[in-house]
């Protein structure tokens, strides 16, 4: 990714234009450009076409070394180190998960059965993936910690992946985690019918009131990490009547422990 951005400056000062010029130029701003060159910002395949389209007699450049890059992606895909950066960064997280309990609340065991079912992976690869989700964690035991806000459908709760020790302990571990000073559990119950999160699971980061808010959202086949203001408010939205259906914070607990001991036991 270094070399993609050194050799976008390099196209660029040779075309004679500023980073402002280029990204009129792209359809994005002139600052997305520059971090891109510095590496601070992954490029996407979109941004990589519209490079190409740029700088023709380059014969395709940027759409390969984008494709070179992403065969390197490691424990973490190139696609999600954006929010990795904005997780680290955020003083608060609202997370709606309608399938799954939230990454940063699983045990490794179900994070270890999530990744046997998502991917074929060998025994090494697969402790690096479960590695790497468990050192996100390590968020939540900093002294100045994100408050993390998780809304779980109860679907999530009844799922069973692994086996039955697997979910007695991850419901366990969730209910333990709900009573951190930082961390509100809410449960949406099954009773509750269509609403608005059931589309799709995504998470709001919050940097205080002088930065905006960054949304991130899964899809089928990555997730995306979007800074638009109006997408970002729709979701903030989202999530509120998203927990307006949910079960008050400690009735939401009791359901998680009725539920590990009554079906996973």
Not at 22 to 27: E, T
Not at 121 to 139: P, W
Request: hydrophobic share 45%; charged share 25%.
């Amino acid at each position: 990714m270094a070399f993609f951005g050194a050799e976008l400056r390099r196209a660029r000062l040779a075309a004679g234009m500023s980073q402002d010029q280029l990204g009129r130029a792209l359809s994005y701003s002139g600052d997305l450009i520059g971090k891109v060159e510095i590496s601070e910002r992954v490029p996407t395949p979109e941004f990589a076409g519209r490079c190409d389209d740029a700088f023709p007699h380059l014969d395709g450049l940027f759409a390969r070394l984008l494709g070179l890059a992403r065969r390197w992606d490691g424990p973490h895909p190139q696609w999600f180190r954006d929010w990795l950066r904005v997780e680290q960064e955020a003083t608060a997280l609202r997370w709606w998960e309608p399938m799954l309990v939230p990454g940063l609340l699983q045990t490794a065991d179900y994070a270890r059965a999530l990744f046997r079912g998502w991917r074929s992976v060998g025994d090494d690869e697969l402790e690096d993936l479960v590695n790497a989700r468990i050192e996100r964690q390590s968020i939540l035991d900093r002294p100045t910690s994100p408050e993390l806000w998780v809304v779980i459908d109860e679907a999530a709760l009844h799922r069973l992946i692994g086996s039955p020790k697997i979910m007695y302990d991850q419901l366990v571990h969730l209910a333990d985690c709900s009573c951190h000073t930082s961390i509100t559990i809410q449960v949406v119950p099954a009773d509750a019918g269509a609403h608005a999160g059931l589309l799709g699971a995504f998470i709001v980061a919050g940097f205080g009131e002088d930065a905006p808010s960054i949304l991130y959202v899964e899809t089928a086949v990555e997730g995306q990490t979007i800074e638009k203001s109006s997408l970002v408010n729709r979701a903030g939205s989202a999530f509120d009547r998203v927990r307006a259906e949910a079960l008050p914070h400690k009735s939401s607990r009791d359901l998680i422990e009725k539920v590990a001991e009554e079906r996973w036991t």
